[in-house]
T-cell receptor
Framework: GQQVMQIPQYQHVQEGEDFTTYCNSS?????IQWYKQRPGGHPVFLIQ?????EVKKQKRLTFQFGEAKKNSSLHITATQTTDVGTYFC?????????????FGGGTRVLVKP | DGGITQSPKYLFRKEGQNVTLSCEQN?????MYWYRQDPGQGLRLIYY???????QKGDIAEGYSVSREKKESFPLTVTSAQKNPTAFYLC???????????FGEGSRLTVL
């Protein structure tokens, strides 16, 4: 079945530094979505990427969808304490029998002030 | 304000008891979903429904049941057949087949 893997599982970042988290799917995706879950909270949608090679930016966050539509990355520049949380990617496969959105295991981000 | 409401927020249950978690949305979304999250883990799909009176099993449906009698409501029953029910349960909805998910605040179930 479809699998979505995220690395690293944990990311300890010094405030002000940059980091990248990666998402890899075992199958080609229709789109990929990214969510952020703050500690004790629920996942909140960040962005959706649809096209091969697509790059989108949200302030300090840069999202990229691979050419083969099987991988994605999230790059955060100048990390702030507000970036603390777990970032999940979710890969969508659209099928006649019904869509299947599979979440990765998440990257838990801890920021050292 | 539009959104998804889950209740209860916290629930304790004795082994062998069934429990039903409520999920209501006023976003006029067609699709609704139930996910399970274990500590430090990702989200695993239990059941989903794309239209009223229809639903499909997700990856971990055993020991759970759902109904979709109204567009706004998608309750989840955790039955006594679920071997490891202690978890954080998240309900979500989406407008279309490929749209973003809107999550409720979750229900934390603890089996004593």
């Amino acid at each position: 079945g479809q699998q979505v893997m995220q690395i690293p599982q944990y990311q300890h970042v010094q405030e002000g530094e940059d980091f990248t988290t990666y998402c890899n799917s075992s199958t080609t995706l229709s789109n990929i979505q990214w969510y952020k879950q703050r500690p004790g909270g629920h996942p909140v949608f960040l962005i959706q990427l649809v096209k091969s090679g697509e790059v989108k930016k949200q302030k300090r966050l840069t999202f990229q969808f691979g050419e083969a539509k099987k991988n994605s990355s999230l790059h955060i520049t100048a990390t702030q304490t507000t970036d603390v949380g777990t970032y999940f990617c979710a890969g969508l496969m659209i099928k006649a029998a019904g869509n299947k959105l599979t979440f990765g295991g998440g990257t838990r981000v801890l920021v050292k002030p | 304000d539009g959104g998804i409401t889950q209740s209860p927020k916290y629930l304790f249950r004795k082994e062998g008891q069934n429990v039903t978690l409520s999920c209501e949305q006023n976003l006029n979304h067609d699709a609704m979903y139930w996910y399970r999250q274990d500590p430090g883990q990702g989200l695993r799909l239990i059941y989903y429904s794309q239209i009223v009176n229809d639903f499909q099993k997700g990856d971990i449906a055993e020991g759970y049941s759902v109904s979709r009698e109204k567009k706004e409501s998608f309750p989840l029953t955790v039955t006594s057949a679920q071997k490891n029910p202690t978890a954080f349960y998240l309900c979500a909805s989406s407008y279309g087949r490929a749209g973003e998910l809107f999550f409720g605040e979750g229900s934390r179930l603890t089996v004593l």
